[in-house]
């Protein structure tokens, strides 16, 4: 008997139940009860996902539940990964939340504490759980809507405590409804060709519709799916929402909602429409590219911590998409091996970024709390303050920058083995395209390690730089245990990624890449079976610790050798000389905070390379004193880093907008009969479409 049906009607039992308890309950209580009832959310929808992983399938109609349409449901592989990832970003936030709401001296906390934010949050949990699970259109929107509403009324949480978050819900609330408009008149379309809204009538009937009508159901759908996932250009949404959020709901929006869009792309793309043209995959691929390049380079330029997390994530779904795209235009160049590859490796990233991102910003979120600072500028010294928190965060850094041991390294790395072995697949287009996405993962690679260890550096290692640093004080049990859940899973990803290889095959095929098995080998190593490689990141950890091991003996050897220090008498001397000498200052005293890199000083190098692309505003206002024009009183230089691609695209329309309004502001006039005189031109103005029309 399939754990699916009862898993998933636990999980709905448990989140409706959240939300009266957070309505109704004592705020002593509040906290521990809605964090439990959570937790146990992605318990019973992390256990559904994984026993879909392992090869059980689930279908059902609910009858009635919906009027006109009915209530489908399913639950496949590719559901289950999504689901499974779900529920176990779920049970860790849903831990961290209850230190996070429930401890004292707290900054910023108190918005998610409050009855409003308690009641949404284990229905925004569920919605991610079971939007997977849709198995019809009018299922999927109303539970695309669930997800799209509960996660708004959470980022306002802490409206009345910054006005920025007012302005962060309204940019949300308008980028994720103009997805869902898109996302409805797609499938609308679709539906009434196919002639059937379940998503099996829509698999029966897409060879039956015209490739215009299908090439504009999976524009208007991607373009939707692509915006929930926070891609350039229509990530404008993302940089405001993730900051202004709470640190629990930004956790569960990066790693667990984005990954939605990406569960969209897939399904529509390959298992309802059953691929499609080059062009298709080519302007996705195009959308990963600029999503990963240009989401990493904001990131490096920013100083918010959580802002910088929130560009990167722009960068991570930038490479997943790059992925999902070379899978597409493999399988319409007929390589299905490689496209089940380049497929495998976008949803095994999409399983590492979420565990790094969450670990990152629950650690920000400690950060935080603890600080009520979230500008790197401001920050340092948190390395002797925050231990663990510090610990915590570098190895969600590791995950983040791609390199061995962090576990996005080996997502990253079967991304470059499809593009590689991609050449081999004939064509102009390949031969121009792949090379270019190459050379995008190996730039958004290196960049990413300056970003991170920007982060890490400036916020953590480097002298505090403002009172708030210096006092500030270690999270609590239940924040660190959330975290180092999420800290665990890195590591289970980063040594053992074969245990995920049957679970992403199954997740393959599911989206109709059938017959090919790309990633097999057992827990310890990863083989790949469509060209022929095996990596074994025990091994690759080992070499390291060896190669390390070789550099530090030859630079003590070396060292020794240049001072004369016979081998046995070096380390009592060497350790002399560092405990009883002052460093030489050069006359100019002890090193304060203000020599120390800051985030804006240490990204300037990288500003100038890409001065042309990021076209950073400066200014310099110089106020002499009354007495004299010739002398100085004060200087104020101010260097700021805008997002270009919302100035140069955003701002025109919205001020067209504005003066649209203004315009319009005139027909307003306050008489009663000019209104009446609008409302009967419309109406045939109306009729008179609809007769012509028809």
């Known amino acids: 008997m399939s754990l699916i ?51 059980s399938g689930w279908s059902a109609e609910v009858p009635g539940l919906l009027p006109l349409a009915g209530t489908y449901l399913a639950v496949d592989a ?46 925004f949990a569920l919605s991610l759980l079971l939007v997977p699970a849709a198995a ?22 802490e409206h009345q405590a910054r006005p920025a978050v007012r302005e962060a819900g309204v940019w949300y609330a308008v980028m994720t409804h103009l997805g869902l408009v898109l996302l409805l008149a797609g499938l609308s379309v679709y539906a009434a060709q196919a002639g059937g809204e379940t998503f099996a009538a829509l698999r029966a009937g897409t060879a039956g519709i015209s490739p215009t009508v299908r090439g504009l159901v999976f524009v208007l759908t991607a373009v939707a799916f692509t915006s929930k996932a ?32 990406i569960y969209g792309l897939v399904r529509v793309g390959f298992d309802l429409l059953g691929g499609g043209p080059a062009w298709w995959w080519l302007l996705v691929m195009a959308m990963g590219g600029l999503s990963a390049v240009y989401g990493i380079l904001q990131a490096a330029m920013a100083s918010d911590l959580k802002r910088l997390l929130a560009y990167s994530t722009s960068e991570n779904m930038g490479l997943v998409v790059l992925g999902v795209g070379a899978a597409g235009l493999f399988a319409h160049a007929g390589n299905e091996a490689l496209a089940g590859l380049a497929l495998a490796a976008a949803l095994l990233h999409v399983v590492n970024h979420a565990a790094f991102k969450a670990l990152l910003f629950g650690a920000a979120g400690s950060v935080l709390r603890a600080t009520g600072e979230r500008n790197l500028d401001l920050l340092g010294g948190l390395r002797a303050r925050m231990p663990f928190t510090a610990g915590l965060f570098a190895v969600g850094a590791l995950g983040a920058v791609a390199l061995p041991p962090g576990n996005g390294f080996i997502s990253e790395w079967l991304l470059l083995q499809s593009m590689i072995h991609g050449l081999e697949v004939p064509g ?46 270690e ?86 050798r240049r001072l004369g220090v016979p081998p046995a008498r070096a380390k009592p001397r060497a350790w002399g000389r560092r405990t009883q000498a002052r460093l030489w200052d050069c006359g100019g005293g002890a090193p304060t905070p203000r020599m120390a890199y800051t985030a804006t000083s240490f990204a300037e190098p990288l500003q100038r390379v890409f001065d042309d692309v990021l076209a950073p505003e400066q200014d310099v206002d110089v106020t002499p004193v009354r007495e004299s024009t010739y002398l100085v009183e004060r200087v104020e ?16 329309v919205l001020d067209l907008l504005a003066a649209a309004g203004q315009s319009a502001r005139r027909l307003a006039g306050g008489s009663v009969h000019t209104y009446l005189g609008y409302g009967f031109v419309g109406l045939v103005t109306l009729l008179v479409v609809l007769v012509v029309g028809w």
């Open 136 to 157: 019809s259109v009018s299922t999927f929107l109303l539970l695309w809507e669930l997800m799209a509403l509960s996660s708004l009324l959470l980022v306002l949480a």
């Open 78 to 123: 590719l559901s289950g990964l999504f689901m499974a990832v779900a529920g176990v970003v779920v049970v860790a936030a849903a831990v961290y939340g209850i230190g996070y709401v429930t401890g004292h001296g707290s900054h910023g906390s108190h918005g998610l504490g409050s009855r409003s934010a308690q009641a949404v949050l284990p229905l």
């Open 5 to 55: 049906p009862a898993a998933l009607a636990t999980a709905t039992v448990l989140g409706v139940a959240g939300a009266p308890a957070g309505l109704v309950l004592p705020q002593r209580v509040r906290g521990w009860v809605v964090g439990v009832l959570t937790a146990g959310v992605g318990v019973a929808g992390g256990t559904a996902g994984v026993a879909a992983l392992g090869g």
């Open 428 to 473: 102009v287009t390949t031969a121009l395209v792949l090379p270019l996405a190459v050379a995008v993962i190996a730039l958004s690679a290196g960049l990413a390690a300056a970003v991170f260890v920007k982060a890490l550096g400036v916020g953590f290692f480097a002298r505090p730089r403002g009172e708030q640093a210096t006092a500030a004080e």
């Open 637 to 652: 230089f101010r260097n700021r880093v805008p997002d270009r691609i919302e100035h140069r695209l955003y701002r025109p």
């Open 475 to 560: 999270s609590p049990l239940l924040m660190l245990v959330g975290m180092g859940l999420l800290a665990a899973l890195c590591a289970a990803l980063a040594l053992m990624p074969g245990l995920l290889g049957d679970g992403l095959d199954r997740a393959v095929e599911a989206a109709g890449h059938t017959g090919t098995r790309p990633v097999a080998g057992g827990g310890l190593r990863v083989r790949l079976e469509a060209v022929s490689a095996t990596l074994s990141p025990l091994w690759v950890l080992a070499a390291l610790m060896v190669a390390l091991g070789a550099v530090m003996a030859t630079v003590g050897w070396a060292t020794r």
């Open 230 to 261: 926070g891609l350039v250009p229509l990530h404008a949404w993302l940089p405001r929402a993730h900051p202004e959020a709470p640190s629990v709901v930004s956790a569960l929006m990066s790693a667990a909602m984005v990954n939605l869009g």
